[in-house]
């Protein structure tokens, strides 16, 4: 599996970490571990670097866990949501971070692997969960959920300007024989939505997968709770570099990012306090984008919008 992983901008995430790891005794969390790709690099970029990897997915652990095996006790790897991040450094005994990366999203692993249930484009069961050792799986949510329900969160999570037709077809179905595959719900959705619509725009049945399997995950309140500790535990100097590879993800680390790195002083003020300064500085100019070669050797960097920004100011 890692042979096959390619880590999306690998290099710019790596140059825009280094002016932290390079410090003496620096510490970097890998919050979505995931295959390694990321890790590895950094382990070999920055031979003094400790590293913390976290990861939901069991599977992608185990496998990380062996493709870092070279790297001994520089790493230590977390079987964890990154919401969990301030407790975890705490354990560790690690108060504060020189560097931290968010790959967000759904990992390679989890695409590849049909019988995880993420991809619209193979029969597998509707499963979605990241750490399949916990919670509702996607078929739970199509098969319980009421109308209603259903088509806010296809509405909220996927954007779907159809979500009460499709949310009213599935309950409509389920009442004759539950949802168990993705085949079966991929179907509906293109029954569901105008033939118009279905000539434009790749898969119709992308959008509902997204909002199944972040609601199934807890995505977004997880990358809401997370970002905010993620600062806090920056130390002076200390980077974050965060990829979104959805609208929703990105507006969410855009909103953190931006209040992180306003001034708190009224405009009229002319000297500003420290309390008062911004506790960041952007990184980037904006959301930045895989160039164009690099997507033609990993299409999956097509989507990605990278923000980066560094710790200037240790809150009072």
């Not at 420290?274 to 990184?283: C, E, N, R, T």
Request: hydrophobic share 45%; charged share 25%.
């Amino acid at each position: 599996m890692t042979s096959q992983h390619v880590p999306v901008l690998e290099q710019r995430c790596l140059a825009l970490l280094a002016p932290a790891l390079t410090r003496p005794g620096a510490v970097f969390v890998d919050a979505t571990v995931g295959l390694g790709g990321h890790s590895a690099a950094v382990l070999q970029a920055f031979p003094q670097v400790r590293l913390i990897g976290l990861d939901r997915d069991s599977v992608a652990l185990a496998a990380s866990r062996k493709r870092l095996a070279e790297h001994g006790e520089r790493v230590t790897l977390v079987h964890a949501v990154f919401d969990q991040l301030p407790t975890i450094l705490a354990e560790l005994g690690f108060p504060l971070i020189q560097g931290i990366l968010f790959d967000l999203g759904v990992s390679s692993l989890q695409l590849d692997e049909a019988e995880r249930g993420f991809s619209y484009s193979q029969d597998a069961p509707l499963d979605m969960r990241m750490d399949q050792g916990t919670g509702p799986t996607a078929a739970d949510v199509l098969n319980s959920y009421d109308a209603a329900d259903l088509a806010a969160l296809l509405w909220k999570f996927g954007e779907e300007r159809f979500s009460r037709r499709i949310a009213e077809l599935v309950v409509r179905e389920r009442n004759s024989e539950p949802f168990t595959n993705s085949a079966r719900l991929v179907d509906l959705v293109r029954r569901a939505v105008p033939a118009a619509t279905r000539r434009t725009g790749g898969n119709p049945a992308k959008r509902t997968f997204q909002a199944l399997r972040i609601e199934v995950n807890a995505e977004l309140q997880a990358i809401s709770d997370a970002i905010p500790s993620a600062i806090e535990a920056l130390d002076l100097g200390g980077r974050i570099v965060v990829m979104s590879y959805q609208s929703l993800e990105d507006r969410i680390v855009k909103a953190n990012l931006t209040k992180a790195t306003t001034s708190l002083a009224p405009r009229d003020l002319p000297v500003v306090p420290d309390s008062l300064a911004p506790q960041l500085k952007l990184l980037t100019r904006g959301a930045e984008k895989a160039p164009e070669d690099e997507v033609a050797r990993n299409p999956r960097a097509a989507s990605v919008r990278l923000r980066a920004a560094e710790r200037i100011r240790v809150a009072a």
